[in-house]
């Protein structure tokens, strides 16, 4: 479990952070995650990797979590930017550009932006994404497509050429 845990907490803590957006209810909510994942260790067939397994279980606890606390809004963390050393404009221009992305995924669904969340910053497959919804896997695909046709719809309508993201 020791094991586990170090392998796993930081990627659960940050998958739970991501969806209440508070720290301290992340905290907690991480920790119940791996209290659950102790005390059904025997339910898990193998059938998905250990991660996948763990993040359904975070998904439900932070969704449990939220619907106790009504004013948590979703959130997503931009990862670090590119920025270039040649260029002193460049940290101002990818902040206007997360900024602006981060915008735009605010616009979409919470399906969508759940999805768009679990294949690109948690980097998890169809096959986890699906496990981790509860969707067949073919849904998980459809999901993805649409979310990231509508992504980059809002992002044109923001005057930012989605490629360049």
Same mark, same amino acid.
């Given at each position: 479990?020791?094991?586990?845990?170090?392998?796993?907490?930081?990627?659960?803590?940050?998958?739970?952070?991501?969806?209440?957006? $508070?720290?301290?209810? /992340?905290? @907690?909510?991480? *920790?119940?995650?791996?209290? %659950?994942?102790?005390? +059904? !260790?025997?339910?898990?067939?193998?059938?998905?990797?250990?991660?996948?397994?763990?993040?359904?279980?975070?998904?439900?606890?932070?969704?449990?979590?939220?619907?106790?606390?009504?004013?948590?809004?979703? $959130?997503?963390?931009? /990862?670090? @930017?590119?920025? *270039?050393?040649?260029?002193? %404009?460049?940290?101002? +221009? !990818?902040?206007?550009?997360?900024?602006?992305?981060?915008?735009?995924?605010?616009?979409?669904?919470?399906?969508?932006?759940?999805?768009?969340?679990?294949?690109?910053?948690?980097?998890?497959?169809?096959?986890?994404?699906?496990?981790?919804?509860?969707?067949?896997?073919?849904?998980?695909?459809?999901?993805?497509?649409? !979310?990231?046709?509508?992504?980059?719809?809002?992002?044109?309508?923001?005057?930012?050429?989605?490629?360049?993201?």
């Amino acid at each position: 479990m020791h094991i586990l845990f170090s392998k796993h907490h930081v990627a659960v803590y940050r998958f739970v952070l991501q969806r209440l957006r $508070d720290h301290a209810l /992340a905290e @907690d909510v991480t *920790s119940d995650v791996f209290l %659950d994942v102790w005390r +059904q !260790a025997g339910r898990f067939e193998g059938r998905s990797a250990a991660l996948t397994w763990i993040l359904a279980i975070a998904r439900y606890k932070a969704f449990a979590a939220r619907s106790r606390s009504r004013s948590i809004e979703f $959130d997503i963390e931009m /990862a670090a @930017d590119h920025c *270039s050393a040649d260029d002193p %404009d460049a940290p101002l +221009q !990818a902040r206007d550009r997360s900024v602006l992305l981060r915008k735009c995924l605010t616009r979409l669904s919470p399906a969508h932006r759940e999805v768009i969340d679990l294949v690109y910053y948690q980097e998890q497959s169809m096959d986890s994404v699906a496990t981790i919804l509860g969707i067949p896997r073919n849904t998980a695909k459809t999901r993805v497509f649409y !979310a990231r046709k509508r992504l980059a719809d809002e992002l044109k309508k923001a005057g930012l050429d989605w490629v360049a993201i």
